[in-house]
């Protein structure tokens, strides 16, 4: 999906800049490269994933409070 800028935006702002919507256009142009730059930011403070090889199927637990005991409400 191309964030950059939409076509669509692109259009209303050039075809609607002569109207009174155009400051409206406008700011609504800008808010959505504001939130371009958020999500670009956010996606780029990710940490890199580690990959880690599937050795099979893993034991299920047998001891302790986690993964042993199935709560049932009727």
């Given at each position: ?16 800049a ?20 958020g999500?670009l ?34």
């Amino acid at each position: 999906m191309d964030v950059t800028s939409s076509s669509l935006v692109t259009q209303a702002a050039t075809s609607a800049a002569q109207g009174p919507m155009a400051a409206q256009i406008l700011t609504l142009r800008k808010a959505l490269q504001l939130q371009q730059q958020g999500a670009l930011a956010l996606l780029q403070a990710l940490p890199a994933p580690t990959s880690t090889p599937a050795t099979g199927p893993q034991p299920l637990a047998r001891e302790g409070t986690l993964g042993t005991r199935l709560n049932v409400m009727v």
